[in-house]
T-cell receptor, first 112, second 113 residues
């Protein structure tokens, strides 16, 4: 059914600034986490992942931080560009070999 | 070449009808999925299918049934469509369940009138 009561958080940033998108995950057994980007009219697209034996991973302009103590994940985007405007989802696997569970998503709007 | 393709992209149908959405992946992956995305963008897994093992999300009505003729295809059949079934349905695949990233199709926007 519908995700009643949930809303899509929105983050607005100026072009060129850094963006930080946060995610609280729920299952302490999760050992693999992924950030996805979903542009309008498209399916989610993989950005970066991190496994539970790491606390930081860097990609091109993106960094994922994992804090297992407080079950928190963040995605940092450097020098945000208009093309970064999208909905961003974190996903956790709930343990090895389990199906991914997606967070509620955050809409990132990049202002000119 | 599209890695995960699903058809149709849009589907408008009346309540009570039966419809199917097709999905094909050319990545050689072992696991395929169906997700439902509601109007608030919430993504929820419906099914995963791995080596002929079907895992069903217990909240999915039994009017929904996946059919996999082979490893590269996972179709979604929906019987007796209801207004609340209106959503965007995504097919996805991965090398292994919960261990590697999933690749998503473009989605099928289903509107039940």
């Amino acid at each position: 059914g519908e995700s009643v009561g949930l809303h899509l958080p929105t983050l607005s940033v100026q072009e060129g600034d850094n963006s930080i998108i946060n995610c609280a995950y729920s299952n302490s057994a999760s050992d693999y986490f992924i950030w996805y980007k979903q542009e309008s009219g498209k399916g989610p697209q993989f950005i970066i992942d991190i496994r539970s034996n790491m606390d930081k991973r860097q990609g091109q302009r993106v960094t994922v931080l994992l804090n297992k103590t407080v079950k928190h994940l963040s995605l940092q985007i450097a020098a945000t560009q208009p093309g970064d405007s999208a909905v961003y989802f974190c996903a956790e696997n709930g343990g090895y070999g389990q199906n991914f569970v997606f967070g509620p998503g955050t809409r990132l709007s990049v202002l000119p | 070449d599209t890695a995960v393709s699903q058809t149709p992209k849009y589907l408008v149908t009346q309540m009570g009808n039966d419809k199917s959405i097709k999905c094909e992946q050319n990545l050689g992956h072992d696991t395929m999925y169906w997700y439902k995305q509601d109007s608030k963008k919430f993504l929820k897994i419906m099914f995963s299918y791995n080596n002929k093992e079907l895992i069903i999300n217990e909240t999915v009505p039994n009017r929904f049934s996946p059919k996999s003729p082979d490893k590269a295809h996972l179709n979604l059949h929906i019987n007796s469509l209801e207004l609340g079934d209106s959503a965007v349905y995504f097919c996805a695949s991965s090398q292994a369940q919960g261990v590697t990233e999933a690749f998503f199709g473009q989605g099928t926007r289903l509107t039940v009138v």
